[in-house]
């Protein structure tokens, strides 16, 4: 699904920074995945902001002509090519996850990129979420579509929290080795739920735009 050149490099370059300021590409793919799975996306500044943590120079870096900036576009096409498609990005990303009962550590490092772009688009959601409460309401049949999606999204977000933070929720849970014995199913459930969400920001986006246009 990504490219491997363009994957290498930005490995490469984000293994150079330092280590208080470290993302892994993992991360980053998660953190692309998050931003893409919302109706809005302003930019690449946004990726270059998660990833520089305040580093100008590495802000300069990502947002002016060069190879690192070149592979991170690279990558970003590759995953909204992905979610335009409709792909189960988990699978085509972590293979080997299916034979496993728990999360790799590049698994962990996706997850955790996704939820921070949750959190910094967690207004825009908020406002979409409502949006669909809302074309419930207007249906005459009085659908609850929205609300099942809404209903899938929080257990996405719990699942993607479980998964970011594995040997918590093992300490946590009331039977660890049950959690274990789930993983496979928790992790085929998650890369759908993912699918969907990134296919109702692209609905949610065209309804925007036709919004849009209709008050011009």
């Known amino acids: ?9 930005f490995k490469n370059y984000l293994a ?15 953190y692309m995945s998050g931003l ?3 109706s809005e996306f302003f930019g690449e ?39 335009v498609e409709q792909k189960k990005i988990l699978a085509e990303l972590y293979p080997n996850e299916v034979n496993s009962n728990e999360p790799s550590q590049a698994l962990q490092d996706f997850c955790s990129g996704y939820i921070a772009a949750y959190i910094v688009n967690q207004d825009i959601w908020h406002s979409d979420l409502q949006f ?3 074309a419930d309401e207007q249906q005459e049949n009085e659908s609850e579509d929205g609300q099942l999606f809404i209903d899938n999204f929080e257990a996405t977000l719990d699942l993607l929290t479980t998964f970011a933070m594995w040997d918590q929720a093992l300490a946590n849970h009331p039977e660890p080795e049950k959690l274990g ?3 496979v199913t928790f992790f085929n459930a998650l890369d759908e739920s993912l699918s969907e969400i990134a296919t109702m920001a692209l609905m949610l986006e065209d309804e925007k735009l036709a919004m849009l246009e209709q008050d011009q």
């Open 16 to 30: 150079s920074q330092s280590e208080t300021n470290q993302v892994s590409l993992d991360q980053v793919i998660g």
């Open 36 to 38: 893409l799975a919302c």
């Open 45 to 83: 500044s946004e990726l270059a902001n998660y990833i520089a943590d305040n580093d100008e120079a590495v802000f300069n870096t990502l947002m002016t002509e060069s190879e690192p900036r070149d592979a991170m576009i690279e990558l970003l096409d590759n995953v909204t090519e992905a979610q």
């Open 132 to 134: 669909l409460l809302k």
């Open 181 to 183: 014995e789930g993983f």
């Open 1 to 9: 699904m990504l490219n491997q050149q363009s994957s290498d490099v």
